[in-house]
């Protein structure tokens, strides 16, 4: 199937920090397998010449700290029927590291994260929208939850 062009299905799936989105499309690949790729926003942050006490400040709830285009650029070559490196990023380090992971082409590709309706021509690309929703005591909880368990 590589260097076919496909009809490749994206489908995209955000919400806010905690919402589960993750969790959701962990579980679809997991029900689905190789049947679909998963293409996670995250692993677009931009990297960043500066110390880590610098970066530890950075918001990364906002557009500018990803590299929207080349994660476009990426799934449309997808579509081509192309794999792609895809870049991996530290939670720990806050930073793009210097891995990437391979990601084949699929019919159906998921993309998640917490902008990715943000940028009109990402938008453009997705059949599908989904954003995961929550209660903000929940939200809280698990927002809570998760960095006491990363840190």
């Given at each position: 199937?590589?260097?076919?062009?496909?009809?490749?299905?994206?489908?995209?799936?955000?919400?806010?920090?905690g919402?589960?989105?993750?969790?959701?499309?962990e579980?679809?690949?997991?029900?689905?397998?190789?049947?679909?790729?998963?293409?996670?926003?995250?692993?677009y942050?931009?990297?960043?010449?500066?110390?880590?006490?610098?970066?530890?400040k950075?918001?990364?709830?906002?557009?500018?700290?990803?590299?929207?285009?080349?994660?476009?650029?990426?799934?449309?070559?997808?579509k081509?029927?192309?794999?792609?490196?895809?870049?991996v990023?530290?939670?720990?380090?806050?930073?793009?590291?210097?891995?990437?992971?391979?990601?084949?082409?699929?019919?159906?590709?998921?993309?998640?994260?917490?902008?990715?309706?943000?940028?009109?021509?990402?938008?453009?690309?997705?059949?599908?929208?989904?954003?995961?929703d929550?209660?903000?005591?929940?939200?809280?909880?698990?927002?809570?939850?998760?960095?006491?368990?990363?840190?």
């Amino acid at each position: 199937m590589e260097g076919l062009a496909m009809n490749t299905i994206f489908i995209g799936i955000a919400g806010g920090t905690g919402s589960g989105k993750t969790t959701l499309t962990e579980h679809l690949k997991q029900h689905f397998g190789d049947d679909i790729s998963v293409v996670h926003h995250d692993s677009y942050y931009k990297y960043q010449d500066r110390p880590f006490e610098e970066r530890c400040k950075q918001n990364y709830d906002h557009p500018d700290a990803f590299e929207t285009d080349l994660m476009v650029e990426q799934l449309k070559d997808l579509k081509a029927g192309k794999a792609i490196r895809c870049p991996v990023c530290s939670y720990a380090d806050h930073q793009r590291t210097n891995e990437t992971e391979l990601i084949r082409p699929s019919k159906v590709v998921i993309v998640e994260g917490i902008l990715i309706f943000q940028n009109k021509e990402l938008r453009e690309l997705l059949a599908v929208y989904y954003e995961q929703d929550v209660s903000h005591e929940v939200y809280d909880s698990v927002d809570g939850e998760r960095y006491v368990k990363e840190s």
